[in-house]
């Protein structure tokens, strides 16, 4: 059985940092693509961020592009999200998710339960 478990939300105020993890279980890991998506009440789930199997390539979605960035350690099976100088607007539930490269910010094949984040103004 797959899973993925996020761990690292909460709690900060505008411009300060979190940082996310998300580790799996269940599959090989260095197979997938993982990938980051949030979404806030009322909106649909986004996509925003990824990198794939070796960590060589990332994306970023324009609206955190400079203020995330997501990582993996391969032998922990866990990818991070670093992100700094957050908004008000980054207030979300956050979901891990993996997949294949070419299909991540569209269609992952598994996801995480998610975690809140909240940023005060």
């Known amino acids: 059985q797959v899973q993925l478990v996020e761990s690292g939300g909460g709690l900060v105020q505008a411009g300060g940092s979190l940082r996310l993890s998300c580790t799996i279980t269940?599959?090989?890991?260095?197979?997938?693509?993982m990938a980051w998506f949030r979404q806030s009440p009322g909106k649909e789930r986004e996509f925003v961020t990824a990198?794939?199997?070796?960590?060589?390539?990332?994306r970023y979605a324009d609206s955190v592009n400079g203020r995330f960035t997501i990582s993996r350690d391969n032998a922990k099976k866990t990818v991070y999200l670093q992100m700094n100088s957050l908004k008000p607007e980054d207030t979300a539930v956050y979901y891990c998710?993996?997949?294949?490269?070419?299909?991540?910010?569209?269609?992952?094949?598994?996801w995480g339960q998610g975690t809140q984040v909240t940023v005060s103004s």
């Open positions: 998710a993996a997949g294949p490269w070419a299909s991540i910010s569209a269609r992952p094949s598994y």
């Open positions: 269940g599959r090989p890991f260095t197979t997938d693509t």
């Open positions: 990198i794939n199997p070796f960590g060589s390539s990332t």
